[in-house]
């Protein structure tokens, strides 16, 4: 059973670009969730989408977005780069997102602002 | 508010040494759920085990062990006889239900293990 996918695996971009990251998540999966993850701030929630629809969602400001496709797949989106969102970003996914289920996550994509 | 404190940041050990990962909780609900995650070098964590709040059984599986005691909200997870393929960040996790019927995932900080040969 593959594990969850997430491209790219890196990623350099300029303040003021925008960015895009993709996370297929495990096979029959609905849920999945993102997080920032840096040295000083450990694991940050992001947002959660299940069945297409955004249900959770962390305090992030707004540059950074999200959405889920109808086969569960999920990208992230930030926008405007600050040198601050230089970080690792996880997906992680869960068969329905419940309070029980653990995460599966991916590689994550490393996203370094210069 | 749900909080998850993992007090040691980074803990080295020589191989063959019990080593024990601390993590501390607090909750206002009687149902919730407490996770461990491994983080190795290459990024991806994986997940170790699952308790939920009405198991106070302890877990052993192989060298790794938990001791869950809601007295002291305490979650804690040991190695014994650590290996060099030990050393990782380890996150403890706590999730629990929303009014809105959605859950919240914290995680821990993180405690990074080395475990020297």
């Known amino acids: 059973k593959a594990g969850v996918t997430q491209t790219p695996r890196y990623l350099i971009k300029t303040r003021g670009q925008q960015v895009t990251l993709s996370c297929s998540p495990i096979s029959g999966h609905r849920s999945v969730s993102w997080y920032q993850q840096t040295p000083g701030q450990g694991l940050q929630f992001l947002f959660e989408?299940?069945?297409?629809?955004?249900?959770n969602k962390g305090n992030f400001p707004g540059r950074f977005s999200g959405r889920q496709f109808s086969n569960s797949r999920s990208e992230m989106n930030v926008s405007t780069l600050e040198l601050g969102d230089s970080a690792l970003y996880l997906c992680?996914?869960?068969?329905?997102?419940?309070?029980?289920?653990?995460?599966?996550f991916g590689d994550g994509t490393r996203l370094s602002i210069l | 508010a749900q909080k998850v404190t993992q007090a040691q940041t980074e803990i080295s050990v020589v191989e063959k040494e019990d080593v024990t990962l601390d993590c501390v909780y607090e909750t206002r609900d009687t149902t919730y759920y407490l996770f461990w995650y491994k983080q190795p070098p290459s990024g991806e964590l994986v997940f170790l085990i699952r308790?939920?709040?009405?198991?106070?059984q302890n877990e052993i599986s192989g060298r790794y062990s938990w001791n869950f005691q809601k007295s002291t909200s305490s979650f804690n997870f040991t190695i014994t006889a650590s290996q060099v393929v030990d050393s990782a960040v380890y996150f403890c996790a706590l999730s629990e239900a929303k009014a809105s019927g959605t859950y919240k995932y914290i995680f821990g900080t993180g405690t990074r293990l080395k475990v020297l040969a």
């Open positions: 989408y299940f069945s297409e629809t955004q249900r």
């Open positions: 992680a996914s869960s068969l329905a997102g419940a309070i029980n289920q653990p995460q599966h």
């Open positions: 308790r939920n709040s009405f198991d106070e």
